[in-house]
Every structure is written in structure tokens, then in C-alpha cells.
């Protein structure tokens, strides 16, 4: 077994000493399970008279539907039913509409036109699964084949093909008015404009399956009493759960869901990408029916990580310190909205990285491309933008001449400091990360790099303040297209921007919808009280947007604690799609 | 299409069904006879998860024709323990965090269980090239690898 | 909906082949039951053999003959066919290997059938049986060429001359992942030395066209050269004739093209990989 070493000299008063868990070999309880084969996954179940659920899926990447014969298919022997769209009673979802984030917008079966080769049309039912999958081949679909967008800056360009009719711009809609998530934080303009390398560099990445040695399925049977049993794969139940009931329309309390042993996720189980039309299945025949993509399908359709394209662009002092970073994000949704939305979104939250920028400005977009719609993996949102500013940091790095790990102790987060999302960075630790790793690679560090700790000189001067935010000619923060236009106003230091109202404020507004300019509104906001490690600094109010499922807002917050804060035990969560913090 | 008798050990125990003619053996074991030990991963051949010992050899079930196992001896990891007692290739598992979701362990086990038959003592080398038909995706194949080298050290390991 | 047919003769099983266009042959289940796994395969007949020639293994002599239902661990298994352990062992994990047959590798499309490229560069026959009559021996390379046409009858055995010196037969698979991934390409050499000189080479690759193919280019280069560094130069610069790799999930086109000459130039001087 692996040794593992407690470093105790390290924030020794973040951890109580009496840990009965951390640092032991306890048994797992599905351990037995598993190596006698008696752990039980989705299709580890029998049922008499179970029905195969095989799907015909397009081989267009984008084409609309003319036809769709089912009559020989529906003929072919153990077939007992066949289903199309229109049997789907809620024929629309979207992932998210759970927690009302984003407009339904993915059909359970196409209807009239597919956005993905591999978009499921038709599902056949039949009494084996060889016998529905010689029927699937008997589905004549009479296909009309549409120009095709795979690349997530040209899908949005003017006249690119629509992907996806809900979001006719081929961009996510934020809160149905944002074409993009935006961070502004300080003048990233005039940070470069002073800097003495500026350097700027295009990453990118592809999509990435998860690949699990168990593919998507799942089990639907009927129950008394008008329920049905459904043993599933899901990541997440009772999201699963939720989905089927809004698809099949029926009550939540009719679905039995039986899951939590997931033959290896990763995120590529929370789409509810079987339930729903098992569940149907089971409904509509009174069988058990069970539904599983094969391998194939699940590499080919099974929704991936999404591709991205990353633009940084950075301000450099010869120095080694960063003073202005600008991140331009493009995420490959595919041709429906998973959790791409959420993915932006995450991202945004994790720019410029664990480093302190006086300057930072990020406008991440998601836009739809005629590929398999992508979804949740490890990380999402943020692996691709690390690995690119990583890499970035190693060039920074060169240009300064400096040490790479030096370069990152230099410009770590410390407890205490702004980041640009106004709140104070805590339970930093970059910097005795990098002096860790460089102790075991044997890698040499200055003497001043090995002094450097994440507890001193955080939040110190500007390091703890909200800097003035540059708006442009329409008062806007930061239109891309507008950056260097004249700055007609400022919003003022250690204010920040509350959202005018529902109306749409779309931008680019490619979509022929008019792009209103709002006056923005502003509210002062307390002033960053000065750091006081080792206390905790309470973050200030977080930035509410005006919309109409935002929580109320939040009461302000404490002042800050005179004695040392107790260290924090318990899961504190941000909520970035609420905008919220909970424990 | 008539079905076809079909009969074979399972595990120690004579077992019959009923086989559509091109039925693999993994929908055999698992929808016919209920042993839903071997798992469906890929039906291709590329994951080991449904690896069964047929006669003492490990096959893939997913691409055995069934009606080929007609007389034969089926060993799945259904029937690995002794009853209470765990077979050290189990144990060694537990012992060694050789799992996490469980997936692929019933076909790990089931190579590592016709290496050790052949072979009581490999080398490292000889367990990665036992393993490499089957892929894990979650801990890793260290732990895998350190479980199976252990279990040949342990006492009873040559029990197949 | 697909039926079986048990065959106990070599002879029975032809004549259902050769009768029926829609009669495939299933040997050991890892090409045909993956198209039956998948729904490609739906109609139809599955002809399975038990004739125990079928599985038949003659190694002793000069001229080895192997059924084609032989399998990767029975060649494993037996001594005599040391030479070909590295090829036989390049296909799949040891559950594969109990089931893949030699016969069946002749039919993997690319960038499968590594052992095919071993059996080609040993001037292997082929012998095939059409409906009842008595078997013939074609050379591995016709048959191959013209693989994808069908209809050549039952593959009952391959037929090749042992290599007179094993050391002298070399066969390397190169793929990314260790120890065991899908093939980037395959190289196999048989470099008889004779007074010094390579005399009548043998070079085939696989992965590197739609079948295995010989690489004319490079067993001229080499004919009649000691094995040097400008004959190892020549050979390098003739790789890639007759070369038409496919662009697949493995590697493109553009890889397998750069790389190709790399390898063989490697195998040729006796480097590792």
C-alpha cells in the first residue's frame, strides 16, 4: 500500500490532530461486493419478459427530417412497439431546467430535423435485443442534409448555420440575456499598456469521452400502484429522477430510482441519457424495459467533455509579475445544452488562475456546434483552462527569464488577497505547493522563494481592494468588440454593478434581437477591510444578479472578527450558479 | 428460429438452457442462467470485463458463441469463494484497494485467477501481460498489479 | 434473425459456404460475434467447424502446416513455433489469444491481422476448400489482394517453410500504449543471410494499406547487400512504396507514413524499439 506523508510543519492549525480516518487503510463496505461479483449495477437485474430498447440514430451531422417509415419495423418479428417523438410527452429538455438554468432545447427523439450524427430518431422495442436491432435497420428516415458548423468561433459568425432553433445566435444565453460570461476586474487595457511583455497565445482542446467500462443504461419496470421501478446508472439519482418525471410527465413520487453503483462515471452519467425512454417504454407496453447503449454508441454519442478554444493574453513585467490577464474562452456545447452552460460558468470562477492579477478580464462563450452535445467531466470548465495557463506561465516564465517555479511563488494567491471575482482568497496554498514539489524534485529554489508563504503579505495595499472597473461608450463592461473605444465612464472603486432589469442586454445581437443600452445602476459595496491573517476573511456580499430566480439578497456581511477565526470544518460551497454561499 | 439446448458447467454446477443459435455466452450467463458476474463493457473484445475461464482458460464471453460451450467447464468469479472463505486473489483486492467502482474486478480477477493457475510465482512483467486484455478506468492498474503479486505470495493461492 | 450450422467436417462446412451467400464462418467469435454484438451482422448463417483438422498443427518438419482454426495460444504453446511467439502474442490479451485463430486473422481488416503480417513474410500459402472438392494452396498474397471480393471458398490451413535460421526472422508491432495497444503499423522481416548477403528477402507490413502487403521496395534495396548501414539507408528510403495507410482512430495517414521508415530502420540494425 502507498505511504502516505502527514506534513505537519504546513497550516498545522487548519487540522485537528485526532484524525481516526485520514492517513489509515479503512475497508471500503463495497469492497466485498465487488470482488465476489455480488455488487449489483443497473443491469445486474432479471425480469421476466424484459423488451430491448435499441435506438435509430442519425448518420447526418445536420439535416432536417422529411419521413420517418416505422411500418417494417413495426412488422419485424418480436418488435412490440416503436416510438417517435410525438410519443415523448415532454419532447424538450434541457438538463439544467431542474433548477430553471437555461431553456429546454434537446428533443428525447428528433422530430423534424437532427443537429448531431447520432441524434436518436426513432426507439424500437422488441423482445430481444437482436431482434430490435434487426428492426432498426427496417426504419426508413428520408433525410434533407443542411450545411454543417463544427468550429466554435465560426458557428458564431454572421450566416453561420443554425445548430440549434432555441438559441438561434449558436450561443448559450445567460440568464436569456448574456451571449457570454464576463468577468471584469481592474483595466486590463491600461495594465498592458504599462507592462513590459505583453504575449498572447491560442490553446485549445478536444473533446475527451469518459469512456467507463459500464456503458449508459438502465432498467425500467412497472410497479403496483401505477409506479415504475427503474434501476439506472445515473451519477445523480435523483437529477435523473427528476428529468425522467419532467419527460414522461408523470409525478416524481410514480419513479422508483434504484442506483448509486455506478460501473465508473467520471461525469459522463448525468445526462439521463436512457431513463426517460426506458421509463416511456415501460409505460407504454407494461414490460420491463431495459436499455443500454453499446460501446460504440457510447463512445461515438455518450456525451463527451466539450472541446474549447482558450485565448490569454498577458501583461508581463521583466520582474516575473503578472499585471493584466485577459481570457477569451470559447466552450464546444455540441448541438444541445448539457452542462456546457455550466461549464462557462465554472470557468469564469476560475480565472486568472491561483494567482494574484491586479487587472483581469475574461469573456468566456459557449456556442453550439452540430457535435455530440458535451456534459460534466472531472473538472470540466476548468482542466482545459489550467492546462493553457500553465503552459502560458512556463512562456511567461521564458519572456522574464526567470525560474518557472519561482515564477508561480512569485505571483501565488496569499490569504487575504482580492481576486477578481470581490472575494478574499483563503486557504491559499500554491505557494507551499510549488516549494513542496520543487523540495521532492530536488528542483533548486532561491532562498527568497523558499521564505515565501501563502499566509504573508496577502491583501496587502491594493492586493485587498476592488479596483475601478472600466465601462465603455454604452456603460457597458468590457464588449469585446469595444475594448479600445473610448472610456466614457468608470465605475468607481469598491462598487460594484447590479444588473438594470430584465430587459435583454444581448450582445453582438447577431440574432437580429436589438440591443438595448442600459444605464447601469450602482450600489456601493463595503470596502475590503484589510487583511487580518491568520483570521478568515468573510467575503463581501456576493454580486446579485436581478433575475428572477436570484435568492434574496444576501445580508450584509459580518465585521470581520477580531480574534482568530476557528478553523472551518464543513463543506463551504459557492453556488456559481445562484451566485450564492452556503455551508 | 428454433432455440437450441444447450448444457455446461457452471461454476461446479451442471446447468441447461435454451440458446437462440448465435446467442454469446455473456447474455447466456447473465440473462439465462443469472450469473451476473462476467459484465457487458464492450462487446468487441477491447475491455475484459466479461472474461469467464472456459475449461481453465480465459476466453471473452461476449464473443464466445455459446452453443461452442456445450460439455465444457464455465468458472466465473460468482463461483471464485469457498463459500465464506475468499479466495487469496479476493482477499488480496480488498487488501489492496485493487477496486473502486467494481466493474472491471470480476474479469481482473478472473485473468489473474488463470495466471496464477499456470503460473504461482510471476513476475511484475507477467501480471501486466495477464491483466492487459482487461482496462480499468478508475484506481488504476498498480494496486491491480500489486494485488495479484501478492496473492501469489499468499498461502492457498494455487487453488485455481 | 442469424441460424447456426455445427459442421463435423471440413468438406460440409465448405459446401454450405460455397452454397450460400449468406453463410459466414465463425472461427473463434472475435470479428464475427462483435458484428453480430453490434447489430451489423442480423441475417444470415453461421457455420461453426469441429472438425478436429480444423485445429490440426504440423510443426515438426520443414514445411509447417497449421489449421486455420488454430489459435494464438495454441502457437504460444508449442516450441516449434518460437519464431513466431512475438506475432502470436501481439494479438490481444491472453482471453483473445485463446480464442483469435490464424484463420480468422487473415480476414481482420486494418489495423488488425499482425500475425498475417508474420505468415507474410514467411511466403505463406494459404489453402482453401470450395464446396466439396479437395483443398488448394494459394500464395498468401492472392489471396489477400483479393480478400475483399469473398467468395474464395474455406481458409482450412496455412502452409509455410520454416525459416531455415529463426534468428532470422524478426517481427515488430508498434503501437502507443504498453504493453498492449491496437497497431500504429506492423513490421515483419525474414532476411535469410547468405555468405554475408541478404538473399531473397521478405519485408511485410501491416496498417500500412487496407491488408498486409508486401514491401517490394525495401526486399529489393536489401537483395544481394550485406546488411549495412547504406543498405539499412537504401531500404529506409524505399519504405514506403506500395504504402497506403489509413488515416483511423489509431494514427493518421501522415503518422504511420513518418514513422514507417523510422521502425524498420530500427528493426533492420537490431535496435530496440
Given at each position: 500500500m502507498a505511504t502516505m506523508e502527514m506534513r505537519k510543519d504546513l497550516f498545522a492549525d487548519e487540522r485537528d490532530d485526532n484524525l481516526n480516518v485520514i492517513g489509515k487503510g479503512v475497508q471500503r463496505q463495497d469492497m466485498p461486493g465487488h470482488v465476489t461479483a455480488r455488487t449489483r449495477f443497473f443491469d445486474d437485474h432479471a425480469f421476466d419478459g424484459m423488451l430491448h430498447l435499441k435506438v435509430v440514430r442519425s448518420p447526418h451531422h445536420h439535416a432536417r427530417i422529411r419521413a420517418i417509415d416505422t411500418s417494417a419495423a413495426e412488422r419485424a418479428p418480436g418488435v412490440k412497439r416503436v416510438l417517435r417523438g410525438a410519443d415523448v410527452p415532454v419532447n424538450k429538455n434541457t438538463l439544467l431546467s431542474l433548477i430553471n438554468f437555461g431553456k429546454d432545447d434537446e428533443p428525447s427523439l428528433a422530430v423534424s430535423k437532427v443537429s448531431y450524427k447520432g441524434e436518436p430518431v426513432v426507439a424500437i422495442l422488441a423482445d430481444s435485443e437482436a431482434q430490435a436491432l434487426a428492426a432498426c435497420k427496417l426504419v426508413r428516415i428520408d433525410y434533407d442534409p443542411l450545411p454543417a458548423v463544427f468550429d466554435v468561433e465560426e458557428t458564431l459568425k454572421p450566416g453561420a448555420p443554425v445548430v440549434n432553433e432555441t438559441y438561434p445566435g449558436n450561443y448559450f444565453e445567460y440568464h436569456e440575456r448574456f451571449d457570454h460570461q464576463k468577468l471584469r476586474f481592474g483595466d486590463v487595457e491600461r495594465g498592458f499598456a504599462g507592462a513590459d511583455i505583453v504575449m498572447e497565445h491560442r490553446y485549445q482542446m478536444s473533446p475527451i469521452e469518459h469512456a467507463p467500462t459500464e456503458t449508459n443504461g438502465s432498467i425500467a419496470a412497472p410497479e403496483q400502484n401505477g409506479r415504475y421501478l427503474v434501476h439506472s446508472c445515473a451519477q445523480g439519482l435523483f437529477f435523473a429522477l427528476g428529468t425522467t418525471a419532467k419527460i414522461v410527465d408523470v409525478e416524481s413520487n410514480q419513479l422508483h430510482f434504484i442506483g448509486g453503483t455506478v460501473g465508473g462515471g467520471f461525469g459522463g452519467k448525468v445526462d439521463s441519457l436512457t431513463e426517460p425512454l426506458a421509463v416511456l417504454g415501460a409505460m407504454l407496453t407494461g414490460r420491463p424495459v431495459r436499455f443500454v447503449l453499446d460501446r460504440e454508441e457510447e463512445m461515438l454519442y455518450g456525451s463527451p467533455r466539450g472541446a474549447e478554444r482558450i485565448y490569454i493574453k498577458d501583461g508581463l513585467m521583466r520582474d516575473g509579475r503578472i499585471v493584466a490577464r485577459h481570457i477569451r474562452s470559447y466552450f464546444d456545447a455540441g448541438a444541445y445544452t448539457r452542462l456546457s452552460s455550466y461549464a462557462a460558468i465554472k470557468c469564469t470562477a476560475h480565472v486568472p488562475g491561483p494567482y494574484w492579477i491586479p487587472n483581469v478580464a475574461s469573456d468566456i462563450y459557449v456556442s453550439y456546434t452540430n457535435r455530440c452535445p458535451s456534459t460534466a467531466m472531472r473538472g470540466f470548465g476548468v482542466t482545459a483552462v489550467d492546462f493553457a495557463l500553465e503552459v502560458q506561465m512556463d512562456r511567461l516564465a521564458e519572456a522574464a527569464n526567470m525560474d518557472p517555479m519561482e515564477l508561480r511563488i512569485l505571483n501565488a494567491y496569499r490569504d487575504g488577497d482580492m481576486k477578481p471575482h470581490r472575494r478574499a482568497a483563503k486557504n491559499t496554498a500554491l505557494v507551499e505547493c510549488v516549494q513542496v514539489a520543487a523540495e521532492k524534485a530536488n528542483w533548486p529554489l532561491s532562498?527568497?522563494?523558499?521564505?515565501?508563504?501563502?499566509?504573508?503579505?496577502?491583501?496587502?495595499?491594493?492586493?485587498?481592494?476592488?479596483?475601478?472597473?472600466?465601462?465603455?461608450?454604452?456603460?457597458q463592461i468590457g464588449r469585446p468588440d469595444s475594448r479600445n473605444g473610448p472610456v466614457t465612464q468608470v465605475l468607481p472603486a469598491g462598487t460594484s454593478r447590479i444588473a438594470p432589469s430584465k430587459q435583454p442586454v444581448m450582445e453582438g445581437a447577431r440574432d437580429g434581437r436589438a440591443t438595448p443600452t442600459q444605464v447601469p445602476r450602482y450600489e456601493p459595496q463595503r470596502p475590503a477591510a484589510p487583511p487580518p491573517p491568520p483570521a478568515y476573511q468573510p467575503a463581501p456580499p456576493p454580486y446579485q444578479p436581478a433575475s428572477s430566480y436570484s435568492p434574496p439578497p444576501a445580508p450584509p456581511a459580518p465585521p470581520p472578527p477580531v480574534a482568530p477565526a476557528q478553523p472551518q470544518h464543513g463543506a463551504v460551497r459557492f453556488s456559481s450558479v445562484f451566485g450564492t454561499r452556503r455551508r | 428460429m428454433a432455440k437450441l439446448p444447450l448444457q455446461f458447467r457452471l461454476n461446479g454446477s451442471d446447468r441447461a438452457t435454451f440458446v437462440d443459435p448465435a446467442s454469446n455466452l455473456l447474455d447466456t450467463l447473465r440473462r439465462g442462467l443469472g450469473d451476473f458476474g462476467p459484465k457487458y463493457g464492450c462487446g468487441q473484445g477491447t475491455c475484459g470485463v466479461c472474461t469467464v475461464l472456459v475449461d481453465g482458460e480465459p476466453q471473452l464471453a461476449c464473443l464466445t458463441l455459446a452453443v461452442s460451450c456445450e460439455g465444457r467447464q464455465i468458472e466465473t468469479t460468482?463461483?471464485?469463494?469457498?463459500?465464506?472463505?475468499?479466495h487469496p486473489l479476493q482477499d488480496a483486492f480488498m487488501d489492496h484497494f485493487a477496486a473502486q467502482c467494481g466493474f472491471c474486478t470480476p474479469g481482473m480477477l478472473t485473468a489473474a485467477r488463470a495466471l496464477l493457475a499456470k503460473n504461482p510465482q510471476p513476475s511484475r512483467e507477467e501480471v501486466v501481460e495477464a491483466i492487459s486484455g482487461n482496462i480499468c478506468r478508475c484506481t488504476g492498474y498498480e494496486p491491480i498489479i500489486a494485488a495479484i503479486l501478492a496473492a501469489a505470495n499468499a498461502p492457498g493461492a494455487r487453488r485455481a | 434473425m442469424l441460424d447456426l450450422r455445427t459442421c463435423t467436417s471440413l468438406s460440409e462446412a465448405a459446401g454450405i459456404l460455397s452454397g450460400d451467400r449468406q453463410a459466414l464462418l465463425i472461427g473463434g467469435g472475435t470479428l464475427v460475434m462483435r458484428d453480430v454484438n453490434e447489430g451489423r451482422l442480423t441475417e444470415g448463417t453461421l457455420v461453426r467447424v469441429t472438425d478436429p483438422a480444423f485445429r490440426q498443427m504440423s510443426t515438426g518438419g520443414a514445411r509447417i502446416e497449421l489449421g486455420a482454426g488454430v489459435t494464438m495460444a495454441m502457437v504460444l504453446a508449442n516450441r516449434e513455433l518460437a519464431f513466431l511467439h512475438a506475432a502470436a502474442r501481439a494479438i490481444g490479451g491472453p482471453a483473445v489469444r485463446t480464442m483469435a485463430t490464424?484463420?480468422?486473422?487473415?480476414?481482420?481488416?486494418?489495423?488488425?491481422?499482425?500475425?498475417t503480417v508474420a505468415l507474410l513474410a514467411l511466403d505463406a500459402q494459404v489453402v482453401l476448400q470450395s464446396g466439396y472438392g479437395s483443398g488448394r494452396a494459394v500464395p498468401l498474397e492472392d489471396f489477400l489482394s483479393a480478400r475483399e471480393r469473398g467468395g474464395q471458398g474455406l481458409v482450412t490451413a496455412v502452409q509455410f517453410a520454416r525459416p531455415q535460421n529463426p534468428a532470422e526472422f524478426h517481427f515488430r508491432k508498434i503501437s502507443r500504449v504498453k504493453p498492449k495497444g491496437i497497431s500504429l503499423l506492423s513490421i515483419a522481416t525474414h532476411l535469410p543471410l547468405s555468405g554475408g548477403r541478404v538473399a531473397q528477402p521478405r519485408v511485410a507490413y501491416g496498417a500500412m494499406a487496407p491488408t498486409p502487403i508486401r514491401a517490394r521496395g525495401v526486399e529489393r534495396a536489401l537483395d544481394g547487400k550485406p546488411l549495412d548501414q547504406s543498405a539499412i539507408q537504401a531500404a529506409k528510403q524505399a519504405a514506403l512504396e506500395g504504402c497506403r495507410p489509413a488515416t483511423d482512430a489509431i494514427a493518421s495517414e501522415w503518422y504511420r507514413r513518418e514513422i514507417l521508415p523510422v521502425h524498420l530502420g530500427r528493426l533492420l540494425a537490431g535496435e530496440p524499439r
Amino acid at each position: 500500500m502507498a505511504t502516505m506523508e502527514m506534513r505537519k510543519d504546513l497550516f498545522a492549525d487548519e487540522r485537528d490532530d485526532n484524525l481516526n480516518v485520514i492517513g489509515k487503510g479503512v475497508q471500503r463496505q463495497d469492497m466485498p461486493g465487488h470482488v465476489t461479483a455480488r455488487t449489483r449495477f443497473f443491469d445486474d437485474h432479471a425480469f421476466d419478459g424484459m423488451l430491448h430498447l435499441k435506438v435509430v440514430r442519425s448518420p447526418h451531422h445536420h439535416a432536417r427530417i422529411r419521413a420517418i417509415d416505422t411500418s417494417a419495423a413495426e412488422r419485424a418479428p418480436g418488435v412490440k412497439r416503436v416510438l417517435r417523438g410525438a410519443d415523448v410527452p415532454v419532447n424538450k429538455n434541457t438538463l439544467l431546467s431542474l433548477i430553471n438554468f437555461g431553456k429546454d432545447d434537446e428533443p428525447s427523439l428528433a422530430v423534424s430535423k437532427v443537429s448531431y450524427k447520432g441524434e436518436p430518431v426513432v426507439a424500437i422495442l422488441a423482445d430481444s435485443e437482436a431482434q430490435a436491432l434487426a428492426a432498426c435497420k427496417l426504419v426508413r428516415i428520408d433525410y434533407d442534409p443542411l450545411p454543417a458548423v463544427f468550429d466554435v468561433e465560426e458557428t458564431l459568425k454572421p450566416g453561420a448555420p443554425v445548430v440549434n432553433e432555441t438559441y438561434p445566435g449558436n450561443y448559450f444565453e445567460y440568464h436569456e440575456r448574456f451571449d457570454h460570461q464576463k468577468l471584469r476586474f481592474g483595466d486590463v487595457e491600461r495594465g498592458f499598456a504599462g507592462a513590459d511583455i505583453v504575449m498572447e497565445h491560442r490553446y485549445q482542446m478536444s473533446p475527451i469521452e469518459h469512456a467507463p467500462t459500464e456503458t449508459n443504461g438502465s432498467i425500467a419496470a412497472p410497479e403496483q400502484n401505477g409506479r415504475y421501478l427503474v434501476h439506472s446508472c445515473a451519477q445523480g439519482l435523483f437529477f435523473a429522477l427528476g428529468t425522467t418525471a419532467k419527460i414522461v410527465d408523470v409525478e416524481s413520487n410514480q419513479l422508483h430510482f434504484i442506483g448509486g453503483t455506478v460501473g465508473g462515471g467520471f461525469g459522463g452519467k448525468v445526462d439521463s441519457l436512457t431513463e426517460p425512454l426506458a421509463v416511456l417504454g415501460a409505460m407504454l407496453t407494461g414490460r420491463p424495459v431495459r436499455f443500454v447503449l453499446d460501446r460504440e454508441e457510447e463512445m461515438l454519442y455518450g456525451s463527451p467533455r466539450g472541446a474549447e478554444r482558450i485565448y490569454i493574453k498577458d501583461g508581463l513585467m521583466r520582474d516575473g509579475r503578472i499585471v493584466a490577464r485577459h481570457i477569451r474562452s470559447y466552450f464546444d456545447a455540441g448541438a444541445y445544452t448539457r452542462l456546457s452552460s455550466y461549464a462557462a460558468i465554472k470557468c469564469t470562477a476560475h480565472v486568472p488562475g491561483p494567482y494574484w492579477i491586479p487587472n483581469v478580464a475574461s469573456d468566456i462563450y459557449v456556442s453550439y456546434t452540430n457535435r455530440c452535445p458535451s456534459t460534466a467531466m472531472r473538472g470540466f470548465g476548468v482542466t482545459a483552462v489550467d492546462f493553457a495557463l500553465e503552459v502560458q506561465m512556463d512562456r511567461l516564465a521564458e519572456a522574464a527569464n526567470m525560474d518557472p517555479m519561482e515564477l508561480r511563488i512569485l505571483n501565488a494567491y496569499r490569504d487575504g488577497d482580492m481576486k477578481p471575482h470581490r472575494r478574499a482568497a483563503k486557504n491559499t496554498a500554491l505557494v507551499e505547493c510549488v516549494q513542496v514539489a520543487a523540495e521532492k524534485a530536488n528542483w533548486p529554489l532561491s532562498e527568497q522563494a523558499k521564505r515565501a508563504s501563502s499566509l504573508i503579505g496577502g491583501g496587502a495595499g491594493e492586493r485587498s481592494q476592488i479596483p475601478a472597473t472600466q465601462l465603455d461608450a454604452r456603460g457597458q463592461i468590457g464588449r469585446p468588440d469595444s475594448r479600445n473605444g473610448p472610456v466614457t465612464q468608470v465605475l468607481p472603486a469598491g462598487t460594484s454593478r447590479i444588473a438594470p432589469s430584465k430587459q435583454p442586454v444581448m450582445e453582438g445581437a447577431r440574432d437580429g434581437r436589438a440591443t438595448p443600452t442600459q444605464v447601469p445602476r450602482y450600489e456601493p459595496q463595503r470596502p475590503a477591510a484589510p487583511p487580518p491573517p491568520p483570521a478568515y476573511q468573510p467575503a463581501p456580499p456576493p454580486y446579485q444578479p436581478a433575475s428572477s430566480y436570484s435568492p434574496p439578497p444576501a445580508p450584509p456581511a459580518p465585521p470581520p472578527p477580531v480574534a482568530p477565526a476557528q478553523p472551518q470544518h464543513g463543506a463551504v460551497r459557492f453556488s456559481s450558479v445562484f451566485g450564492t454561499r452556503r455551508r | 428460429m428454433a432455440k437450441l439446448p444447450l448444457q455446461f458447467r457452471l461454476n461446479g454446477s451442471d446447468r441447461a438452457t435454451f440458446v437462440d443459435p448465435a446467442s454469446n455466452l455473456l447474455d447466456t450467463l447473465r440473462r439465462g442462467l443469472g450469473d451476473f458476474g462476467p459484465k457487458y463493457g464492450c462487446g468487441q473484445g477491447t475491455c475484459g470485463v466479461c472474461t469467464v475461464l472456459v475449461d481453465g482458460e480465459p476466453q471473452l464471453a461476449c464473443l464466445t458463441l455459446a452453443v461452442s460451450c456445450e460439455g465444457r467447464q464455465i468458472e466465473t468469479t460468482s463461483g471464485m469463494a469457498d463459500g465464506p472463505n475468499l479466495h487469496p486473489l479476493q482477499d488480496a483486492f480488498m487488501d489492496h484497494f485493487a477496486a473502486q467502482c467494481g466493474f472491471c474486478t470480476p474479469g481482473m480477477l478472473t485473468a489473474a485467477r488463470a495466471l496464477l493457475a499456470k503460473n504461482p510465482q510471476p513476475s511484475r512483467e507477467e501480471v501486466v501481460e495477464a491483466i492487459s486484455g482487461n482496462i480499468c478506468r478508475c484506481t488504476g492498474y498498480e494496486p491491480i498489479i500489486a494485488a495479484i503479486l501478492a496473492a501469489a505470495n499468499a498461502p492457498g493461492a494455487r487453488r485455481a | 434473425m442469424l441460424d447456426l450450422r455445427t459442421c463435423t467436417s471440413l468438406s460440409e462446412a465448405a459446401g454450405i459456404l460455397s452454397g450460400d451467400r449468406q453463410a459466414l464462418l465463425i472461427g473463434g467469435g472475435t470479428l464475427v460475434m462483435r458484428d453480430v454484438n453490434e447489430g451489423r451482422l442480423t441475417e444470415g448463417t453461421l457455420v461453426r467447424v469441429t472438425d478436429p483438422a480444423f485445429r490440426q498443427m504440423s510443426t515438426g518438419g520443414a514445411r509447417i502446416e497449421l489449421g486455420a482454426g488454430v489459435t494464438m495460444a495454441m502457437v504460444l504453446a508449442n516450441r516449434e513455433l518460437a519464431f513466431l511467439h512475438a506475432a502470436a502474442r501481439a494479438i490481444g490479451g491472453p482471453a483473445v489469444r485463446t480464442m483469435a485463430t490464424i484463420g480468422g486473422n487473415l480476414f481482420a481488416a486494418a489495423p488488425y491481422g499482425d500475425f498475417t503480417v508474420a505468415l507474410l513474410a514467411l511466403d505463406a500459402q494459404v489453402v482453401l476448400q470450395s464446396g466439396y472438392g479437395s483443398g488448394r494452396a494459394v500464395p498468401l498474397e492472392d489471396f489477400l489482394s483479393a480478400r475483399e471480393r469473398g467468395g474464395q471458398g474455406l481458409v482450412t490451413a496455412v502452409q509455410f517453410a520454416r525459416p531455415q535460421n529463426p534468428a532470422e526472422f524478426h517481427f515488430r508491432k508498434i503501437s502507443r500504449v504498453k504493453p498492449k495497444g491496437i497497431s500504429l503499423l506492423s513490421i515483419a522481416t525474414h532476411l535469410p543471410l547468405s555468405g554475408g548477403r541478404v538473399a531473397q528477402p521478405r519485408v511485410a507490413y501491416g496498417a500500412m494499406a487496407p491488408t498486409p502487403i508486401r514491401a517490394r521496395g525495401v526486399e529489393r534495396a536489401l537483395d544481394g547487400k550485406p546488411l549495412d548501414q547504406s543498405a539499412i539507408q537504401a531500404a529506409k528510403q524505399a519504405a514506403l512504396e506500395g504504402c497506403r495507410p489509413a488515416t483511423d482512430a489509431i494514427a493518421s495517414e501522415w503518422y504511420r507514413r513518418e514513422i514507417l521508415p523510422v521502425h524498420l530502420g530500427r528493426l533492420l540494425a537490431g535496435e530496440p524499439r
